[in-house]
């Protein structure tokens, strides 16, 4: 039971974080963020748009599936087909939410939907009318309400509330309103919208001043109950509301908010690292409560006092969010047990990872780089449960570059049970490999994207390469991790292949499955 002065917190990572990516989460990759958010301990969590794509319907309905403890949300425009696709794709939930919208502001009315303001509210009843068919959770958003007049957004949402929504979400939409603003218009609609008490009010702002969490938190002070956010503020253009700044900003000001969330907030840098991974989008060094300087002391002043009391300079400790303070000296020597430990401390379930595939991947680390620390463990966690069912395998690789001559590779690509071997050449190591794996497998791809990231600290990192592949005008992403940034590389459009592939066969089996039934 609320006691009025718990903070709800609604996850979006997987919808509004995810429509920001460039290139979609595979099913398999959404299930692995839900996973993670869903570790959060979260009110709710919005998975996704079901009505957009048949990949985004199956993901959402796999996770009501697969995913427990929080309410699981999907997002449906305020139509008769979103609502059911919607419905439908969250049957398997234990709990399930409903989230509908329209705009509300003359702005969008006039010229995105074209119709009065009367028009949109009519339309929103019938919609939430409809949802409640599904569920009784129903939770309705006025699309742009921080561009909307007063007035015209009590108008809306005293009728979405007669008809049946139990959340009202107020979203800064375009991320304009300035925090004493968006409070005011809280205070307004709980002064002026008759039957607002049967609704819980809630806030979705977005960054684009870099107000997203200020506004929310002012958004709260005046008497919203529920934040909107994503796990490190990924979103539209300059992102949503971070989830982590917001749920400290409540836990370390208790002394002024006297709210709380049920957030286990020594989860937060865990999810965080899974999210910027998994999501191929890098997390700012100096990005509060998540980045890897938010607890580092630099000026000599600053250290001084930290080492006299950690108070002087600290408003939270590291571990409170979660920052692994220990690192166990793991090299070749360790065996499946520690390992097993290792993960289990950082948070690990032995059914999160296949312990047999883990250690072998570990086991040829740590005879690379002798010493293995936590985070490389969680890249071997993370890259065995994102590759399986390879249908492409690297056998082996060399490649030569100097800066006399033209790089060369050789690839070595087992698949259908045969190893096949090329060899080309390129303006470096890494274009001679492509193009030796085009030769192999007959295929060219347009590379949208190619990016290089370490993994760790100083020359003994390993190398993160995340490239997307362009086929059919769908796009693929692949990612490979190795001490190495060729092989990483190899790996990485070895990967996109491989999703390519699969994304065929299922093409193919719908087109041979249809062909039966027609
Ligand atoms: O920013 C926004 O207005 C949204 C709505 C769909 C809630 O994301
Ligand atoms: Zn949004």
């Known amino acids: 039971m609320d006691d009025g002065n718990k903070i709800w917190i609604f996850d979006t990572t997987l919808r509004d974080g995810e429509q920001a990516l460039k290139a979609s989460l595979t099913e398999v990759e959404k299930v692995a963020v839900a996973q993670a958010i869903a570790r959060l301990n979260v009110d709710v969590m919005e998975v996704g748009f079901p009505v957009s794509s048949p990949s985004d319907f199956n993901a959402v309905s796999r996770i009501a599936n697969e995913v427990h403890g929080p309410i699981i949300c999907g997002l449906a425009r305020a139509v008769k087909a979103d609502i059911d696709a919607c419905g439908n794709a969250l049957a398997g939930a234990e709990k399930r939410r409903i989230h509908t919208f329209i705009a509300s502001s003359p702005i969008h009315l006039k010229h995105k939907l074209r119709k009065t303001l009367a028009e949109a509210t009519e339309q929103a009843v019938e919609a939430i009318r409809h949802a409640r068919r599904y569920t009784t959770d129903v939770e309705f958003s006025c699309e742009d309400a921080g561009r909307t007049p007063i007035e015209d957004l009590c108008y809306m949402v005293e ?12 979203p800064d939409t375009v991320g304009y309103t300035l925090p004493h603003e968006f409070a005011e218009t809280i205070w307004a609609l709980k002064e002026k919208v008759p039957n607002i008490e049967e609704a819980r009010i809630s806030v979705h702002c977005h960054n684009d001043l870099g107000l997203a969490v200020a506004n929310s938190i002012a958004g709260i002070e005046a008497g919203a109950r529920q934040i909107e956010c994503t796990m490190n503020g990924i979103g539209e253009r300059a992102g949503n509301a971070a989830l982590e700044e917001a749920v400290m900003a409540l836990k370390i000001r208790q002394d002024k908010f006297k709210a709380h969330t049920q957030i286990k907030s020594d989860e937060i840098y865990r999810c965080s690292r899974t ?11 100096n990005k509060a409560i998540v980045g890897e300087n938010a607890f580092s002391h630099s000026s ?24 692994p303070t220990n690192e166990l000296n793991l090299t070749s020597r360790s065996g499946r047990h520690v390992i097993q430990h290792r993960l289990h401390s950082l948070g690990y379930a032995k059914e999160d990872y296949d312990m047999e595939r883990v250690y072998a991947d570990y086991l040829e680390l740590a005879d690379k780089k002798g010493t293995v620390y936590d985070y490389d463990l969680e890249a071997l966690v993370f890259f065995n449960t994102i590759s399986q069912n390879k249908h492409y395998d690297l056998s082996y690789f060399q490649a030569n570059a100097s800066s006399e001559q033209v790089a060369t590779a050789t690839v070595a690509i087992e698949f259908d049970g045969q190893v096949q071997v090329e060899a080309a050449t390129g303006n470096g190591p890494v274009e001679a490999a492509f193009q030796a794996i085009e030769r192999i497998t007959g295929q060219t791809f347009t590379i949208i994207d190619y990016t290089i990231d370490s993994k760790g600290k100083g020359a003994d990192a390993l190398g993160q390469v995340d490239l997307i592949l362009e086929s059919d005008n769908q796009r693929f992403h692949g990612s490979g991790l190795a001490t190495d940034v060729v ?3 190899i790996q990485a459009y070895i990967h996109a292949l491989n999703d390519i592939h699969r994304s065929a066969q299922i093409h193919q089996f719908k087109h041979q499955n249809l062909r039966k039934t027609g």
């Open 275 to 285: 999210v910027s991974q998994i999501c191929r989008m890098p997390v700012q060094p």
């Open 159 to 170: 009728r979405a509330i007669a008809a049946g929504a139990t959340t009202i979400n107020i």
């Open 300 to 323: 000599g002043i600053h250290q001084d006092g930290v080492l006299k009391a950690e108070n002087t300079y600290e408003i939270m400790r590291p571990e409170d969010v979660g920052v």
């Open 487 to 489: 092989e990483a590389s």
